[in-house]
């Protein structure tokens, strides 16, 4: 069977999705692409063999399409989502699940009245070989108990367009989600600290870089430095401080050059780059799942739910710089 997908929104990472689905992917073939760019669309069809369409919901009814391929921007995403749910068909989603935590909750419901998973969201670091090998050496006990965690999300430069919520809702989400991902356990508060200097490269009503403090059920304490403006390229940082061991993610190198000029490697300059096999074993995974006929698995509308909770609480924070508590409410029986 090959699965045949419908890929909605054309920007940067529906069009490397798209490139990935014609070159890596096996067993799914993107017969349908929307945007409501119609010379994009039309453009993008005509290159990939696919039938372009404009309108989301008429291309999710169609027939050409078994399942939804999300990459539009968050404001989007509910409406697309339910009528996926709605025309009873399996979802990818690429993060954020929605802007706001209430607009997230809607999705549980409708999965929870479904009786079963239907989406697949896409924080893809969870299938990058680092963070599961760091996953596997904390779950093995090896570094003893967790007591900290240094997280770095660095950028080399954000368009005009970055807002400095995004820095909450669109670049910490990563590391959010990981923070979980790595514990098994939830965040329960938030605080945004501000520092007095901030780099020459950022535009005028850009904050950066800033530091975020997580806090866990446990007591694990995290801080995050987002800096997206750091010229240099694209780097993710993640060091677990536990009482018998440090583990950290390595440089993910491809290369080593020794020269008259010293010893240097190769930095990725974006995420595509730097996530490269991440996105590649995300995408088959949920090409395998819709394949075989199986629930969704990986991660879920509810971890997107509680990341949005989080964001909540942390834009709060950027606002007045206090601490604000995630309240996160019981889980349902769907995602355990």
Not at 249 to 254: A, Y
């Amino acid at each position: 069977m090959t699965v045949k997908i419908g890929l909605i929104g054309l920007g940067m990472i529906g069009r490397d999705h798209l490139k990935r689905f014609h070159n890596v992917i096996s067993g799914a073939e993107v017969t349908a692409v929307c945007d409501i760019n119609r010379a994009a669309a039309d453009a993008v069809a005509s290159e990939y063999g696919a039938t372009a369409f404009y309108d989301a919901e008429e291309m999710i009814h169609s027939e050409l399409v078994d399942a939804v391929f999300i990459c539009s921007i968050g404001p989007v995403h509910k409406t697309q989502i339910l009528a996926a749910f709605n025309a009873g068909k399996p979802v990818f989603c690429e993060k954020p699940l929605t802007p706001t935590a209430d607009e997230s909750k809607e999705i549980i419901e409708a999965e929870v009245k479904a009786g079963k998973r239907l989406l697949q969201l896409g924080f893809m670091r969870r299938f990058d070989p680092g963070y599961q090998a760091l996953k596997h050496a904390i779950d093995s006990g090896e570094p003893g108990d967790v007591m900290l965690i240094h997280c770095a999300h660095r950028n080399p430069s954000v368009p005009e367009s970055y807002t400095l919520e995004m820095a909450i809702n669109d670049s910490a989400t990563h590391e959010i989600d990981i923070i979980r991902y790595l514990l098994n356990e939830n965040i329960t508060s938030v605080r945004v600290d501000k520092p007095r200097k901030k780099t020459s490269r950022a535009l005028p009503h850009l904050q950066d870089p800033l530091i975020v403090i997580f806090e866990t059920e446990s007591g694990v304490r995290i801080d995050d430095e987002l800096f997206v403006n750091c010229h240099y390229g694209y780097d993710i940082r993640c060091e677990v401080v536990g009482e018998n061991a440090i583990i950290a993610l390595n440089e993910q190198q491809l290369i080593n050059t020794r020269s008259l000029h010293g010893n240097a490697h190769h930095i990725a300059q974006s995420c595509m780059e730097r996530f490269a096999t991440a996105y590649d074993r995300e995408v088959q995974h949920f090409v395998d799942s819709v394949r075989d006929g199986r629930e969704m698995s990986g991660p879920s509308s509810w971890d997107g739910y509680v990341v949005a909770l989080v964001c909540d609480a942390g834009l709060a924070s950027l606002k007045d710089g206090e601490k604000h508590d995630v309240v996160i409410p019981q889980q349902p029986s769907l995602y355990r």
